[in-house]
């Protein structure tokens, strides 16, 4: 069965930090990008970052760009996302997600281009 389930999730002051963490099945991970996507109220659901399964390619999106910074440790299935100088407006909800293979690597950045999901993870930024 696939699954992912994220953690490390909670409520920040601005300027603080959190560590996201998503666990995968071994069948959900082994040879996909990674990548997570946020959701803050009534907005649409939007890419932050992804990660090539050796890790040796990253992408973020431009509001997160020199603040997140995401990992993965293979051995353990699992799936990192530092986030540091945090902002209010980081405020959602955090989806760990397996990308498709891709076509180019501007895939990435559409949330179509993931097919299995965790349940997410809040993060609240407070002002």
């Known amino acids: 069965q696939v699954q992912l389930v994220e953690s490390g999730g909670g409520l920040v002051q601005a300027g603080g930090s ?11 991970f082994n040879g996909y990008a990674m990548g997570w996507l946020r959701q803050a109220p009534g907005k649409e659901r939007e890419f932050v970052s ?6 040796a390619i990253t992408y973020y999106a431009d509001s997160v760009e020199g603040r997140f910074t995401i990992s993965r ?29 891709i076509q180019y690597s501007g895939d990435y950045y559409q949330t179509s281009q993931y097919d299995y999901w965790g349940q997410g993870t809040q993060v609240t930024v407070s002002s």
Not at 18 to 28: D, K, N, V
């Open 73 to 101: 440790d293979n051995a353990k299935n699992t799936v990192y996302l530092q986030m540091n100088s945090l902002k209010p407006e980081d405020t959602a909800v955090y989806y760990c997600a397996r990308s498709r293979p």
């Open 50 to 55: 992804v990660i090539s399964w050796s890790g």
């Open 18 to 28: 959190l560590r996201l963490s998503c666990a995968a099945s071994g069948r959900t």
